[in-house]
C-alpha cells in the first residue's frame, strides 16, 4: 500500500541532523578562535564609519521591520495578493503585449 508524508523516524533523524551541524559549527568556530588565538565576535554589532552610513543603515533596518510587519498582516488577513486591485503589475511585463 502507498502511503503518502514522512516517515515515522523522519523528524527524530531531521533533529538530530540539525543538531549535530550545529555543534559541527560551532566546534569548529571554538577550536579556529583557540588556534589564531582571535576573540570572539558579538553577534550584532553597531560599529558604523560615519553618520551617514548609521543613517543609512537605520533607514534599511527600520524598513524592512515595517515590511515584516505589513507581510505578516497580509499574511494573517488572509486576503490573496492576486485579487487585488493592482493585480498583475509583475504579470504585466512578463506577459505578451496584446493579451
Known amino acids: 500500500m502507498i502511503y503518502y508524508g514522512v516517515e515515522s523516524y523522519f523528524w527524530l533523524k531531521l533533529i538530530l541532523?540539525?543538531?549535530?551541524?550545529?555543534?559541527?559549527?560551532?566546534?569548529?568556530s571554538?577550536?579556529?578562535?583557540?588556534i589564531l588565538k582571535v576573540e570572539k565576535r558579538k553577534p550584532f554589532?553597531?560599529?558604523h564609519l560615519n553618520p551617514l552610513h548609521k543613517k543609512i543603515d537605520w533607514t534599511i533596518r527600520?524598513?524592512?521591520?515595517?515590511?515584516?510587519?505589513a507581510g505578516g498582516f497580509i499574511n494573517i488577513s488572509?486576503?490573496?495578493?492576486?485579487n487585488w486591485p493592482n493585480r498583475g503589475v509583475c504579470l504585466r511585463f512578463t506577459s505578451r503585449p496584446g493579451n
Open 78 to 82: 488572509g486576503h490573496n495578493i492576486a
Open 62 to 69: 527600520i524598513t524592512f521591520i515595517v515590511a515584516m510587519i
Open 17 to 28: 541532523l540539525l543538531v549535530i551541524i550545529g555543534l559541527l559549527f560551532f566546534s569548529f
Open 30 to 34: 571554538a577550536i579556529m578562535r583557540r
Open 45 to 47: 554589532s553597531n560599529n
